[in-house]
């Protein structure tokens, strides 16, 4: 993989609209193309039956879009057959269909112009079909607990699963860019100068690697076991000859010269206190004057 994007997010915004549009369009014309008699009572979706739908909508997509990055990520190990790459964009063109449904139900029942369904994607405006009340002699069809207490108590657990999923599935993705990150990493060539030479220090450990998706770093870890090394020279070893010739491995890696992520190497003595630490990024190879290839 050339990328560390897991998916193309404009595609997928573009299938959820596409399916709302299109829908709720289908049914404004249809609605007015039909003639019902005078006392016909329509189906519509009440402030609380939108609430769980819209939820169970967004939580489906969630757990969908939660799929799909593990299958990239662990089961094919990084690469997107094309039956996986379409299927985001089928999901998401359904999942608008049924946003729009939803919307032009809830226009029904709040008794005002159909048109106002396409408040359903109108930041800020949307909020009007969340909370408008009923209106005009359209009566609820939905099924629904008796009382007012059972309604706004599962009103609520809609609205407070549909807020703090986006929290869940940030943190989600941020560990699943993570993931992807490190089995990008080609550990040989990421660690081919950083281990000093046994003149420095008699014996170096690598402990592992950490990987900070949030501020786009990779740590690696180093244990330098030998109790009684030079200090001084270790750290003078580290910024005339480690940090330039494995820069000038890693410059042109596509971590560094296309997605702007900093490689740290971190040493520790036998103590675990740390005793240096060097960082290898766009701006140290510039300043190196390797020339990172696009």
């Known amino acids: 993989m050339n ?35 005078e006392d016909t009572v329509q189906t519509s979706m009440t402030r609380m039956s939108f609430l769980v739908s819209i939820a169970a909508i967004k939580l489906i997509l969630l757990g969908v879009l939660a799929l799909y990055f593990v299958s990239v990520v662990f089961v094919f190990d990084l690469g997107k057959p094309v ?52 209106g005009g002699s359209f009566k609820d069809q939905d099924l629904r607990p008796s009382g007012t207490i059972p309604r706004f108590l599962v009103s609520l657990v809609a609205l407070t699963a549909f807020l703090a999923s986006d929290y869940a599935f940030t943190k989600f993705k941020v560990f699943m860019i993570g993931q992807k990150a490190a089995r990008y990493i080609q550990q040989d060539l990421f660690l081919e100068k950083a281990i000093p030479p046994t003149f420095i220090v008699k014996s170096t450990r690598f402990d592992g690697m950490k990987v900070h998706p949030g501020d786009k770093d990779v740590v690696f870890l180093l244990t330098l076991t030998d109790e009684a090394f030079n200090r001084d020279g270790f750290r003078s070893w580290l910024k005339e000859k480690m940090l330039p010739e494995q820069s000038g491995l890693i410059c042109g890696t596509h971590l560094i010269a296309n997605r702007n992520w900093t490689i740290w190497y971190e040493y520790y003595d036998a103590t675990a206190a740390l005793v240096a630490s060097e960082d290898v990024s766009k701006q140290t190879c510039d300043e190196l004057g390797f020339e990172p290839k696009q």
Do not use: D
């Open 3 to 37: 990328e560390l994007i897991l998916i193309n997010q404009k595609t997928l915004v573009g299938a959820l609209a596409a399916g709302f549009i299109l829908v709720v369009l289908i049914r404004i014309f249809l609605q007015k193309n039909e003639k019902l008699p």
């Open 83 to 134: 039956f996986l790459e379409w299927s985001l964009p089928v999901v998401f063109l359904l999942a608008g269909s049924a946003y729009g449904q939803a919307c032009f139900l809830r226009t029904i029942n709040i008794g005002g112009s159909v048109w106002l369904a396409l408040l359903g994607i109108v930041p800020v405006a949307n909020l009007y079909l969340w909370f408008a009340p009923p």
